[in-house]
């Protein structure tokens, strides 16, 4: 069983950073872990994901502005977001699969998600 939790959010002007961070219990180290957002008027989107074997790879919206690292011995999986726009506005969740090491972009393929923590980006 994997439990996570989300912390970091906060609101920012347009072009700030922050640093989201997601604390996990259980074993995680051989799950694909990722970051979504719900984003009012678009639903649940993907953002980045961090794979057991595959490295990090991101959505076209996130690419370039944000980073995706996760520190097994810690059990954290990190978003640092940097140039925040305001369409990056919404709840931002960590998720983790069910001891499956390669990824996916779909929600419904994470077993395990944390509470949320809301990012507002003001203009």
């Known amino acids: 069983q994997v439990q996570l939790m989300e912390s970091g959010g906060g609101s920012v002007e347009a072009g700030g950073s922050l640093r989201l961070s997601c604390a996990a219990s259980?074993?995680?180290?051989?799950?694909?872990m990722a970051w979504f957002r719900r984003v009012e008027g678009k639903g649940d989107e993907w953002v980045a994901y961090?794979?057991?074997?595959?490295?990090?790879y991101y959505a076209p919206s996130a690419r370039g502005r944000f980073a995706i690292s996760r520190d097994n011995r810690k059990k954290t999986l990190d978003l640092q977001m940097n140039s925040l726009e305001v369409d990056d506005t919404g709840v931002y969740y960590c998720?983790?699969?069910?001891?499956?090491?390669?990824?996916?972009?779909?929600?419904?393929?994470?077993?395990?998600w944390g509470q949320g923590t809301q990012v507002t980006v003001s203009s």
């Open positions: 259980g074993d995680i180290a051989s799950s694909c």
């Open positions: 961090f794979g057991v074997y595959g490295g990090a």
């Open positions: 998720a983790a699969r069910a001891r499956i090491g390669y990824c996916s972009i779909e929600r419904s393929d994470y077993a395990y």
